[in-house]
């Protein structure tokens, strides 16, 4: 079974519920016109029986709790809908109206035993407020409670004034919010305080295997040793980034994943090939395109 | 000859002129409190001929005009003493007091031919402006028409939201500078303006070489292209990061380099002797240790 | 003559090569819906001669030099269109492709002279530059070799954390930039060093008449003298802020002001009538409402 | 009793635990010098009775919840000795180690009942959070249990660009922080949720008199009908904006405040002297002296 962890989906209604219709650019994103039943044929193509679906970096983190709860909430039902129309192609990981609290517990509560979802989604960052911030506390103690997959994504720091411009902010700040919320979550401590989550980082950890010497150099061999308690979609395409990743993280922490749809064809199948050219085991590359995620999502025995 | 081109000074007094005492951190800069004589025993004991200092994130960038005229200049005079007192082991690449142009095209004009100063450090940002800032233009300008080096150095993210707290900025957020300040000048097409300018940019390029799948695949080829026309240092201490770095970037870009005093003494040694590790050619790592910089730096014979 | 000297203008095809369709919001500005047919039938019953045109927050401020020059080429040339198809109606600001200093100056060349222009307007900041950044040290040297007027405005703040949210960017954020903008040009020196410069600050001073002893307990009587020399425009509405204004920054310094479109039509006529409510002699009202206008913008024998 | 409700108090241990030690810079703050003795001799001399006590900008907001938490239990403790050692003359608004909830709670708890303390201060904004943010909530409904005092202070936005720079952030930023933070409260609806709390609002509001008719304008009557719930104080030393503040807000809501150690003798002098210069009734001025802030604060008879 292959199971591709990092995959999106934007049903229109939600998009426009959230004030961001039209997301995402299709220059970007060249998948981003097709039909589910075109999704589905490229899946079959490529061999992937299954997607579990997010939100990406359409949160909906809207100021207004009730405004942010019902987005969530519809958000929540139209990715539940698509996953029971379509059964064994797709789970979802369920997005949450932070940094609204009582909303957000609210939603765990209504969705979390829904068979399509398999966790949670969460930003690198919520509406401006980094993983560690207190107000995530009681969102975080619920979500460990229940043994949550927790999946980060990037926010989108076009804001931040050294990536504004020249689409650095998705080029390379989307990668660096990956690093830089676990590196967060690990220096506060917060994997010791949550030891039931189960955090999937994506793009190989943005850029922690690069400077994992720099990192160890500078703080302590915890952090890398925390680090490797983490899990790692492997979105990159980079054999040598990837061959990097699991000596430093472990091949055991790396789960498949495409960013579809901000990829056109060749580059979504590369995303799954290049699996195969980082000198990994083959055992190892079985376990990261589904056997990995198949047990980690709790689904039947994997292939 | 071994030159080690990414190494730091910090004269007190010039630290006081820019309002910054007591710069670095002793915690985090282990050997900042050596002298010039216990610095120079190191060296020796290293086999490290020459370093090429450079103020690091202490730049003159004050908002007023004079004030930071006045910085660079007392600065720049203190490094080039130095350098004369210790003939064959300083160089300096000098500071300018940016963002000011005509106190900058001034400062140029008197140092540029100081036989110390063997190019010039700009920050990865300046006062809170980019590297494509139409405020740099003249100055960029001029330092093309002298055909200078141009030595990169980030200036601290920490008031950057996702980056405050736990040293993330300097842990992560300094090759996260380098990152995008390489790809913003690549990509706002200064190379071709300036085709003069010899880049360094620390750190390996940062996070250059783990990304450049994923900015080859949102981008372009020529990105790539253009950054394999600027010259990199190996502060950075993984084999693998330094061997990725010189097939993606060529180890013929490639500079030894040190970040002196950001380290202990088994952490200095260990920044030349890792790069023996990588698996480069003899002649590679000659070439990374002193070749290329010899010639970069127009210094005699290059052994 | 009755001179209206802070009113707005938005060409569509500007507002796309700004890449801001649609703006204003309808909401916040009641009138934008009007043709000009229905925006002079306006001016004529409330007893206004003339607006000075500016483009307010639509900056054309984009970051690529080109793209920036061409949409304020653009711009210009259609609000001396208008001008010229509406002779004694209108006069304009012109919008300068900030902050690219090049682009600027040949735009300052191209237009000063034509007879709609009377000024050129800046906003309060300049792509994140304030106003006594270098980079806009070559345009103001040229600006006040003119001798011109520059027309400050707001260009909104929403991304200032402590102002996103509830429209406080507008609400109360606009008049903050004016305030700051003013105060800046004061303690950095600009207007000694440009004193051919005639500042226009918009709503009063933002906030300045009632900061007034503040600032003056806090800098000195020096700021409050520097500030009498700039004008300002009289957009507020409440009387006593009016005389406040009058007071400490002089009613020869006032030109009326009505922020059109912002506005339904009630306030609109309010922004006029409200002058005579202030207090103020009628010889100041004449002054405010066209006279200081006239002479300032140098048209003919003001009544 | 005349009562200042604006005055602050720096025990060095504090700011040392806060990393702020040498606060308050002594150029801003003529009278930071002054020992327990010199004050009481000058409260004399100017005839106020007592002080209420606060942190000023120097609140308790450390990342680490402990350390935030030691920070303001040695903070409130060291205000209440001195409170204790000096009966009648001090009381203190407690600070909280926001934006931590537990803590905060614990805090409330501890000190809520202690003589000295009569409420709370809580900064314009939180550790980057705004007053609206969910992580005060549970904070803000105990205190609303309570019918606590909120006294609300800047906290120095220094970091926003566009108020960098020339002290402009504490010149005019304080105020601006105190207007946004009042609009912000009313807008988010906090006062209906917690009708139990009473803010007082420094600087007369900041700048919220002269900027009525344009908030009325562009947003609601109910704006300001909220507003006038709230409480301010009188630290201006303008009698044009003191009466201006009378009319708008209330002259009942009105609390004389200095704003100690930011003034010298003569600016301290005349924040309470002021207060007879705005054209108020004899009663009114009473009111605001005394009356209507021990009235507020739960002490013995008004005289």
Known sequence: MIIDVHAHYYPPRYLELIGR???????AAALAGQSIGERLALLDKAGIDMQVLSVSQAQPYLPDPAAAAEAARVGNDLFAELCAEQPGRFLTFAALPLPHPDQSLAEIARVADLPAVVGFTIGCSVAGHQLDDPVLGPVLAELDRRRAIVFLHPVGQEGTPWLAGHNLAWLVGAPFEDTAAALRLILAGLPGRYPGLKFIVPHLGGTIPFLAARVTRKSADEVIGGLRG??????????????????????????????????????????????????????????????????????????
């Open 21 to 27: 219709p039209g997301l995402p650019p299709v220059a």
């Open 230 to 303: 983490m899990y790692y979609d492997t979105v990159s395409g980079s054999p040598e980034a990837l061959a990097s990743a699991c000596r430093i993280l472990g091949a055991e922490r790396m789960l498949f994943g495409t960013d579809y749809p901000y990829c056109d064809e060749p580059q979504f199948r590369h995303h799954l090939s290049y699996l195969g050219d980082a000198g990994l085991d083959d055992s190892d590359v079985g376990r990261i395109t589904g056997g990995t995620a198949a047990a980690l999502l709790g689904l039947g025995e994997p292939d």
